[in-house]
C-alpha cells in the first residue's frame, strides 16, 4: 500500500491522498479538497493533477468543508466519473456548498471582467455552479459504520463531531489498518457531539491545525455580548465572516439567546448567506449527530432574517441604524462579505467580528495581524473598523484535546502517525508535543511525499 501526500501538508487546505493498492491496480482519493489562502497555493487548484483521475477507483470524503471537498467538480470537468462516498449529512451540505462554490467563481469572474481587474482579459472560474451541481450525481451517502468497498480495501466512516456528516475513514487493506482523522471536533462543543475515539491502527494521518495553541477558556457568551454592546453603543454595524456550516448556526444560537436573556439589545441580524440558510435547515435532518432538540433548531432559525437574493444583499447598504450582517466566507476569501467589507471597513463605528481558522495568505488573517489595508476586488481598502476575534468557537480540537482523544483511543505503542492539515509552525509544535507525551511514532507529512507500508 502506498499513500501520496497531495495535499492538506504544509497547510490547512487542499486535503487529499492518493491510496494505491495492488501495485497500483486499485486506486482512489480520501478527500478531495481545494486549495485556499496565499496565491501561490491557490494556484495549484489549476495545475494537472498529480495522478490519472481516469484510474481513480473511488474518492473517499470525510466532510463537506471545501477544503475537504471543493477539488472535486474540477475532477469531474476534466472527465472523472467514479463515485464518491461519504455520510448522508456530507453528501447534502456538498449539495449547497460546491454549487455555491460555483456560482461565487462566476460572480468574481464576471466582476473581473466587468470592472478589468486582473491580468487576464477574460478571467474564468476553476469551475462554475452548473459543473458542481452535476459532480453531485457521483456522490454515493452511506451510514457511519457503513462498510465502502474498494477494489480490495474495506474503509468505514466513524463520527468525528466537527460539523454534521463529519467522520475519520478508517481503512483496511493488505493486512494493514489505516486511520484518517479528518478534521476533528471538541469534546465540549456547543451543537456538535464528541468524537469518537479511534480503534488500533498501523498508520494515522492526524489534523494538526491548533497544533501549536490551546483554544482559551474564555466565556463566549459574555465577550461576544461585551463585542455588540459596544459597536452598538458606536452605533456601528457588526460584520462577521462566517463559515456556512457549523459557524453561522453556532452564531445563530448564541445571538438568539443573548437576546432573549436581555444581555444584547433586541437588534435585526441578516444572514446574507444563501448556502447558510439552507445548511441550517439540514440540522433538523439529523437530530442524532448534535445537541440540539427540534425545538433549538427552530429557534435557531427564529429571529434571523434571510438575504437570499444579491437585491435583498444590496439593500443592507441602505440600513444606517445599528444591525448584526452575518455572510461568507469565513476567511473573507470570497462571497458577499467582500462587499460589505469594502463598504465597512473604512467605517470607525463599525466592527468586522472573525470567529474562525484564519489560514495564512487570507484578509482574514491579515486583518488580524494589523494591516491598515486590505485588497478586495483589486483595490486596496483602508482599514479604520475595529477588527476583533471570538474566542472559543473553532470546531477543531486544539492540540491537548487532540491528544486526550488518542489516549482515549486504541492506539497501541509505536503507531505511526503523519500529522497533516496544519500550517508549518502548528504541525512542527504539535510533533513535539506528541514526541514528549506519548509513545507513538509522530513525523510531519511533506508535499508530494510518498509512504510506503
Not at 446574507?272 to 441550517?280: E, F, G, K, L, T
Not at 478586495?376 to 470546531?395: N, Q, W
Amino acid at each position: 500500500m502506498n499513500i501520496t501526500f497531495l495535499g492538506g501538508t504544509g497547510t490547512v487546505t487542499g486535503s487529499k491522498f492518493l491510496v494505491s493498492l495492488d501495485g497500483g491496480k486499485t486506486e482512489f482519493l480520501v478527500d478531495c479538497g481545494m486549495f485556499q489562502g496565499y496565491k501561490w497555493l491557490r494556484e495549484r487548484n489549476w495545475e494537472t493533477p498529480m495522478f490519472d483521475y481516469r484510474r481513480l477507483s473511488g474518492i473517499v470524503l470525510t466532510h463537506a468543508h471545501l477544503d475537504h471537498s471543493g477539488y472535486i467538480p474540477r475532477l469531474y470537468q476534466l472527465g472523472y466519473r467514479g463515485p464518491v462516498y461519504c455520510h448522508h449529512a456530507t453528501r447534502d451540505l456538498c449539495s449547497i456548498l460546491l454549487p455555491d462554490s460555483g456560482h461565487i467563481q462566476e460572480e468574481d469572474a464576471r466582476f473581473y471582467q466587468r470592472h478589468k481587474i486582473g491580468k487576464h482579459a477574460h478571467p474564468e472560474p476553476l469551475y462554475n455552479g452548473d459543473t458542481a451541481e452535476r459532480s453531485l450525481e457521483l456522490f454515493q451517502s452511506v451510514d457511519f459504520d457503513e462498510p465502502i468497498r474498494i477494489g480490495g480495501a474495506s474503509l468505514y466512516l466513524q463520527p468525528a463531531g466537527h460539523i454534521l456528516g463529519a467522520g475519520s475513514a478508517v481503512l483496511s487493506a493488505e493486512g494493514k489498518r489505516v486511520g484518517f482523522s479528518g478534521d476533528v471536533g471538541r469534546p465540549d462543543d456547543l451543537i456538535m457531539h464528541p468524537p469518537r475515539p479511534l480503534p488500533a491502527l498501523d498508520l494515522l494521518l492526524l489534523e494538526s491545525t491548533y497544533g501549536d495553541r490551546r483554544h482559551p477558556q474564555v466565556d463566549h457568551w459574555q465577550q461576544l455580548a461585551d463585542i455588540v454592546n459596544e459597536v452598538v453603543n458606536r452605533g456601528g454595524i457588526l460584520l462577521i465572516p462566517s463559515f456556512a456550516v457549523g459557524r453561522a448556526q453556532t452564531l445563530q444560537y448564541l445571538l438568539l439567546n443573548l437576546m432573549r436573556d436581555q444581555r444584547i439589545p433586541q437588534l435585526p441580524v441578516f444572514l446574507d448567506s444563501p448556502m447558510a440558510i439552507d445548511a441550517s435547515e439540514i440540522y433538523t435532518r439529523y437530530p442524532d449527530q448534535h445537541r440540539l432538540n427540534t425545538d433549538t433548531c427552530k429557534f435557531m432559525c427564529t429571529g434571523i432574517q434571510y438575504t437570499r437574493d444579491v437585491e435583498q444583499s444590496k439593500a443592507l447598504e441602505n440600513i444606517q441604524y445599528p444591525h448584526i450582517i452575518i455572510a461568507g466566507s469565513g476567511m473573507a476569501t470570497g462571497g458577499r462579505v467582500l462587499h460589505h467589507m469594502k463598504r465597512l471597513l473604512p467605517d470607525h463605528r463599525a466592527t468586522v467580528l472573525f470567529t474562525g481558522y484564519q489560514a495564512g495568505g487570507t484578509r482574514g488573517a491579515r486583518l488580524l495581524a494589523g494591516a491598515q489595508s486590505v485588497k478586495i476586488h483589486g483595490e486596496y481598502v483602508p482599514c479604520k473598523a475595529h477588527i476583533e476575534v471570538l474566542e472559543g468557537l473553532s470546531a477543531h480540537a486544539d492540540y491537548r484535546e487532540l491528544g486526550d482523544w488518542l489516549k482515549q483511543s486504541a492506539l497501541e505503542a509505536g503507531t505511526e502517525i503523519q500529522l497533516v492539515h496544519g500550517e508549518p509552525d502548528a504541525s512542527d509544535c504539535f510533533r513535539l508535543y506528541l514526541q514528549d507525551n506519548t509513545n507513538f511514532n509522530v513525523k510531519v507529512a511533506q508535499y508530494r511525499d510518498i509512504l510506503r507500508l
